[in-house]
Nanobody, 120 residues
Framework: EVQLVESGGGSVQPGGSLTLSCAAS????????MVWVRQAPGKGLEWIST???????AYADSVKGRVTISKDTAKNTLSLQMNSLKPEDTAVYYC??????????????WGKGILVTVSS
């Protein structure tokens, strides 16, 4: 059974940092693209970042330069380091598994999400 469990969310002040983690199990973690997606209150889903099997990464313009996606294949863990957080980064963040190992991969499994609140 595929499981994705996010952790590390919480409240932080503007300009602060937070690292999200996603513990993956039930599949060959390093064979697939892994993705972070977020949903701000009252808004739709927004793609944040993808990491491929090779470790190549891509970021949305809204977060580029402020976030870093990474993975630990020994621990089957996906991470998202977020710096210089802004109030508009407030959202539920989801970890998702791609159906393949390519940039446009659709996602077939999602975590339950974790809330990040950026507020003074």
């Amino acid at each position: 059974e595929v499981q994705l469990v996010e952790s590390g969310g919480g409240s932080v002040q503007p300009g602060g940092s937070l690292t999200l983690s996603c513990a993956a199990s039930g599949f060959a973690f390093n064979n697939y693209a892994m993705v972070w997606v977020r949903q701000a209150p009252g808004k739709g889903l927004e793609w944040i970042s993808t990491i491929l099997r090779s470790g190549t990464t891509a970021y949305a313009d809204s977060v580029k330069g402020r976030v870093t996606i990474s993975k630990d294949t020994a621990k089957n863990t996906l991470s998202l380091q977020m710096n210089s957080l802004k109030p508009e980064d407030t959202a539920v963040y989801y970890c998702a598994k791609g159906i393949g190992n390519y940039w446009s991969s659709a996602m077939d499994f999602w975590g339950k999400g974790i809330l990040v609140t950026v507020s003074s």
